[in-house]
């Protein structure tokens, strides 16, 4: 089955498979697209070209993904599955642990405070989706829990904001660049990879500097996310010829043990229960729990999940991905 469109993605560099080395990771890049073009290509291929030492960042995936294409095939909802879920449902989606946590930073009891959805806040707040993205407001007035952004905007508390900016930005008219770059560096390097990269926008004008790098473009922060991402930009353009196993992180998680079902369950239901080394069981997101670990961190990691927490928004692309184990 290949994914309805009009126009498929052009392929670049096309991708080469799983890593052989376990001490590779996929980390994607894609460019939001109000910054989409060649100048922002070239300046952060410019920027690691320059930061790079000895082939420690290889492009080996590059593909422009058509706004029509991207649309047609709901990329960008199913991304953000469990996000607009929340966006969504608002108050209604918050579990125990998150009402307690809500009270606990905001100092207002969950039960009687004004908690909405971000689309509900459009309407509530008088906001355009671009107004209520733009959004500033100080660190002690948002809250991420469980992966998802709470945060205190005139006197609502707004659950993922970003979520209606983010699914109108993402019209027919504008194109996403993606690009794969297979790396031994660990997330440290990374992060300050991504530092010099927001600083080259910042100097050539194309980032405004009161904004961090993620206006810009979205990086892989976890193994989980790379999962996530090759999911959402590279099974979409053939979802006849990849399963998890040709990416890099399952393969890695399969071949130590871990089924393939295991690794669909998390990615179809991502807050889960951690048992801490101390005994403590948390509650958290995968993808927000994991964000800079290693591999071996995130296979210990699913080695201390001990519960999940069901949700009603998988996203037919991860459903389709997972047919053989479900």
């Not at 871990?258 to 403590?280: A, F, K, S, T």
């Not at 998988?314 to 459903?319: D, N, V």
Request: proline share 6%.
């Amino acid at each position: 089955m290949q994914p309805s469109n009009s126009e498929q993605p052009t392929i670049i560099v096309p991708y080469p498979g799983p890593a052989e080395n376990s001490q590779e990771q996929d980390i994607f890049v894609y460019l939001r697209p109000e910054t989409n073009g060649v100048l922002v290509e070239s300046t952060l291929l410019r920027v690691i070209k320059n930061a790079d030492a000895g082939g420690a960042m290889q492009l080996v995936f590059f593909a422009n993904m058509p706004g029509e294409f991207m649309v047609k095939n709901k990329v960008v909802e199913q991304y953000y599955a469990v996000k607009l879920h929340f966006a969504v449902r608002g108050r209604r989606a918050f579990t125990e642990s998150m009402k307690n946590r809500f009270s606990d930073f905001f100092g207002e009891d969950f039960d009687s405070a004004p908690v909405c959805g971000a689309f509900e806040a459009l309407e509530l707040l008088g906001k355009t989706p671009e107004e209520l993205f733009h959004t500033w407001v100080n660190e002690n007035d948002m809250l991420v829990l469980n992966g998802q952004t709470i945060k205190r905007i005139e006197g609502k508390f707004v659950v993922n904001y970003d979520i209606p900016a983010l699914l109108h930005k993402n019209a027919k008219g504008t194109d996403i660049a993606v690009m794969m770059f297979r790396t031994t560096l660990d997330y440290g390097s990374i992060r300050d990879l991504v530092r010099r990269m927001w600083e080259a926008l910042v100097a050539g004008g194309i980032l405004n500097p009161k904004f961090d790098s993620s206006r810009a473009f979205h990086h892989s922060k976890s193994p989980f996310e790379q999962t996530l991402d090759a999911i959402a930009c590279l099974y979409v353009i053939d979802t006849d010829r990849y399963r998890l196993r040709d990416f890099t992180f399952p393969k890695f998680l399969m071949e130590r043990g871990i089924p393939e079902e295991v690794i669909c369950g998390l990615m179809m239901n991502p807050l889960v229960y951690i048992q801490e080394p101390d005994g403590r069981v948390v509650e958290d997101s995968i993808f927000s729990y994991a964000n800079n670990y290693s591999f071996d961190q995130a296979l210990d990691l699913v080695h201390r999940i001990v519960g999940q927490i069901p949700l009603i928004h998988h996203g037919p692309l991860i459903s389709s991905i997972c047919r053989d184990c479900l």
